[in-house]
DNA sequence: GTCTATATAGCGATAGAC
DNA sequence: GTCTATCGCTATATAGAC
């Protein structure tokens, strides 16, 4: 309204972001050149630089953004088992992943294009959500419900087990993302007891 | 002896393929350039062409030597009980996906960097691996060995959950490798079971 | 806020001398 | 088989006009 012609930092910021999602998940961050995200957008490559200050910046801002979210979606209710508390985490991780599956690419496959230092962040984050499962294993091992050597390894070994969903997974498909859902609990059910 | 000075081509083409394979694994096919390629060999860039068309070949040679390999090395004893093969297939993984990270690391986040028909070529050596775990599988529920609703998801399931230990594990660590392998082997049991 | 133009650097691949 | 030199192109990032 009484908007300066060409002006749209609030529609063009959060549209440069969805670009380089889309691209660096599509064909690498290496890839992908700051002239195609523009393209993506709608702009010239100048204008970028009004959003971010480098092309680190937009990858690290995508995978911090990723990593909070999920952070910040993930639920433990400690007033439950800890079977059902498991249950619920591996219904959380298959549905929220699944939900998002080019910033889940781009977490697991561009960190070694991030600095030094902004790697060390984003894995303090993941450590962060592994120490959620964690913890439920270990209180399930102290209740008797589960029997497990080394919660660690079962973390991990869930975690891995979990997020390949993604990599073959599409709706429409055989199965229903509850079937699948439905399964990969079995599996992990039996797995720690 | 009788041989050229200069002429080196026995000792030049391995040399390029494990250069190519440790700077891949390491900075990302897309980041890795044929100069630092040939840097790393000890050679100026126009050598490496003598050893490879293009880079592009380069990438697809090393993955689908690891394929290859891969494919050779899997055993599948069929005399043994479904039990008995399942549990030499994780032990396997293991032990040959650990002896080899860096092609591991390559056969899993460059598959994007291939061309289309490289592409389909690796999917389909890859689908032959994953066949021979999914046969194991549906012999153990053939054999009341197993109880599982659908055989294709445990495949990918047990993959993912066995590769993932490339991502975590380190010689020298708290645990060996065969105390690691022990404790995958009883959560697939399990999970099969 | 976006544009055009440009600085500076590096890329894959090839040609031809030795 | 390896080297040097080079072609043609693209990269990230910045400067200044509007």
Partial sequence: MARTAGSHSDITGPKVR?????????????AVSMRAIAAEVGVQVGALYNYTPDKQSLLFDLMEG??????????????GSATARL????????????????????????LRNLTDDNFKRI???????EGGLERILRD?????????????????????????????????????????????WEMVRRAVT
């Fill in 87 to 110: 249950q619920e985490f591996v219904a959380f991780h298959i549905r929220f992943h699944h939900a998002r599956p080019d910033a889940v690419f781009i977490a697991y496959m561009e």
């Fill in 18 to 30: 969805e670009a380089a999602l889309k691209l660096f998940a599509r064909g690498g961050y290496a």
């Fill in 123 to 129: 894995e303090a984050l993941r450590g962060q959500y």
């Fill in 140 to 184: 399930g091992v102290a209740a008797k419900e589960f029997q497990i050597v080394d919660t660690k390894i079962a973390t991990l070994a869930i975690i891995a087990m979990l997020t390949g969903v993604n990599t073959w997974f599409r709706a429409g498909g055989r199965l229903s993302l509850e079937e699948v859902t439905a399964q990969y």
């Fill in 66 to 79: 990723h990593m909070s979210d999920l952070l910040a979606a993930v639920q433990d209710d400690l007033s």
